[in-house]
Antibody, heavy 116, light 106 residues
Framework: QVQLKESGPGLVQPSQTLSLTCTVS????????VHWVRQPPGKGLEWVGA???????DYNSALKSRLSISRDTSKSQVFLKMNSLQTEDTAIYFC??????????WGQGVMVTVSS | DIQMTQSPSVLSASVGDRVTLNCKAS??????LNWYQQKLGEAPKLLIY???NLQTGIPSRFSGSGSGTDYTLTISSLQPEDVATYFC????????FGSGTKLEIK
C-alpha cells in the first residue's frame, strides 16, 4: 500500500536550514510526483512545492528563494531544504503523493519548531 | 497566484442535515478543484478530485459540483464522524489551498 513518512529535526534555530526527508513505499518516484505541504499550528494548509515524476520542481512563489526539493529514486526518498528559517516557518510539514497533479495520499506529518 | 475563498469559515449543523460548503476561486480554474477533509490531529484526506470525482473509499454522501470560479462540497446527510475542517484546493495554475471550513455538530 502507499505510504509516506516524514523525518527530520523537531527544533531548528532561527536563520538555520531545515532539512526534511520523505521516505515513500508502494509507488515509484518516477511515476508519481511528491508534494510538500505545511500547516502552522491551528492554521490552514499551505502548498510548499513539488518534485514531478520527471525530476523537475515547482515551488511556492513566496518560498522559492529559500527552498530546494530533490530526490534519490534508488532510496525512494524526497528531500526538502529550506534556509533562513524564521519563527513563521514553525509548522507541521507533510509530504504527499501526487496523482494527476495534486496530492492524494499523505504522510502523518512532522512538527518543526523554529526557536532559539 | 489564484486565491481560494471558502465560506462559511465555521458551519454548525445537525446530524442528518444536508450541508453545503462553498469555495470560490479568483479566476477560472477549469474544474481542477479538490476537497480534503482534516480531522483534529490527523493528516488531510482526499475526498473529491477534479470537482466531482469521489475518491475510492469515500462514502457516497459526499459529492462535489461546480465550474468556472464557483465550487461546492455537499454532504447529503451529516454524520457525527464528519466533524472536521474541509479544505478546497486548486491545481489549475500553480497550487493553492482555501482557508478551510470548520464543520461542527449542533
Amino acid at each position: 500500500q502507499v505510504q509516506l513518512k516524514e523525518s527530520g529535526p523537531g527544533l531548528v534555530q532561527p536563520s538555520q536550514t531545515l532539512s526534511l526527508t520523505c521516505t515513500v513505499s508502494g509507488f515509484s518516484l518516477t511515476s508519481n510526483s511528491v508534494h510538500w505541504v505545511r500547516q502552522p499550528p491551528g492554521k490552514g494548509l499551505e502548498w510548499v512545492g513539488a518534485i514531478w515524476s520527471g525530476g523537475s520542481t515547482d515551488y511556492n512563489s513566496a518560498l522559492k528563494s529559500r527552498l530546494s526539493i530533490s530526490r534519490d529514486t534508488s532510496k525512494s526518498q524526497v528531500f526538502l531544504k529550506m534556509n533562513s528559517l524564521q519563527t513563521e516557518d514553525t509548522a507541521i510539514y507533510f509530504c504527499t503523493r501526487g496523482l494527476a497533479g495534486s496530492p492524494d495520499y499523505w504522510g502523518q506529518g512532522v512538527m518543526v519548531t523554529v526557536s532559539s | 497566484d489564484i486565491q481560494m475563498t471558502q465560506s462559511p469559515s465555521v458551519l454548525s449543523a445537525s446530524v442528518g442535515d444536508r450541508v453545503t460548503l462553498n469555495c470560490k476561486a479568483s479566476q477560472n480554474i477549469n474544474k481542477y478543484l479538490n476537497w480534503y477533509q482534516q480531522k483534529l490531529g490527523e493528516a488531510p484526506k482526499l475526498l473529491i478530485y477534479n470537482t466531482n470525482n469521489l475518491q475510492t473509499g469515500i462514502p457516497s454522501r459526499f459529492s462535489g459540483s461546480g465550474s468556472g470560479t464557483d465550487y461546492t462540497l455537499t454532504i447529503s446527510s451529516l454524520q457525527p464522524e464528519d466533524v472536521a475542517t474541509y479544505f478546497c484546493f486548486q491545481h489549475n495554475s500553480w497550487l493553492t489551498f482555501g482557508s478551510g471550513t470548520k464543520l461542527e455538530i449542533k
